[in-house]
């Protein structure tokens, strides 16, 4: 007999092969500054920076997190973290703040100063375990997944006005909030910067191929390259995995998912066939939803027969008919295994084809 828990909802998005038998709220930047005093805030626009509270530098950051791309980020969290010789409280505290706060980029402009760039990369690897599917803008930082945004540019507001790559992160982080699901940050550009520090083309490559968000200049403004996560080992994932649009796609469906499920399914219906096939109906009617934004080419949700009739072997018992008798598992239909009483489980499978972004066009002009 299995030991019970909590209820479960258990949602993992695989890259498809050969042999594979296979809109919720984002657009929020948590961006966490240091100051005199611990303090925590909401910023919807520069109308709701406090007077006086900030620094004239982290003001500009906060600016920086709101500018966004295709439209603002939804708003900003601003954590202030008091300043000390000894940041390792701060940090603690502050991740554990975020553990309960809904946001989908964190930037932190002082964490590679702070020495807690690997701190936070464990800290997000760890969430989206946990499906707290969340992502930070880290500078410089091979952190090799999804949730980690490796930037590598240095910005010039002016000639003068030179922007690290740590002090680059809550602009990035506000652009990719800011960014329509419907399309990429790749070639964003950013107007409030004249220029970026230079890479060849080669050297463009060999970053986007390194899991590094880089800006370019393309002789007459700054915009982002090829918008990519950190992952390179893609081992049981996918180059899906690489792009940011499509990551941030499937965070929005498990979010989705997952909170329609625990709202309005868990607890409160009985495991029937019928109701079972309800939710099947609620998430293929989302699919749909998806394919309208163009964000799905592909989306079908259906009861996957496979795991219910491995789970119904593991229990040693036979299966019992609508009409009262019993039959092995091994014995049944598909149908009779849909049908079977699986307890408090419901055991689902889909298959969905993500959109991506226009990004590479080959042309060929005769003359």
Known sequence: MSKLTSPSITIAFTERGASAITRGERGIVALVLKGTKQQSFKVVSEVDIP???LSEENEQYVKDALAGYTYSPKYVIVYVMQT???MAKPYKDMLQFFENEKFTYMAIPTVKTDSKVQEVATWVKKQRLEHNLVKAILPETAGDNEGVINWCSTLYR??????????GTPRIAGLLAGTGLNVSGTYAVLR????VNRFTKTEQDEAVGAGKLIAIWDGEKVKLNRAVTSLTTIEGKGDTFKKIKLVETMDMMEDDIRKSIADYYIGKFSNTYDNKCLLLTAINTYF?????????NIGQCHIDVDSQRKWLKEQGKKVLLEDGKE????DCSDTEIKRANTGSHVFLKAVVSLMDSIED???????
């Open 192 to 195: 409030d910067f004249v220029d």
């Open 84 to 86: 000390g010789t000894d």
């Open 158 to 167: 002016t000639k003068e006005k030179v922007l690290t790559p740590e002090q």
């Open 327 to 330: 039959k092995a598992v091994d």
């Open 51 to 53: 007077t006086g509270v």
């Open 361 to 367: 066009v080959d042309l060929r002009i005769a003359v």
């Open 288 to 296: 749909m939803s998806l394919i309208d934004d163009e964000l799905l």
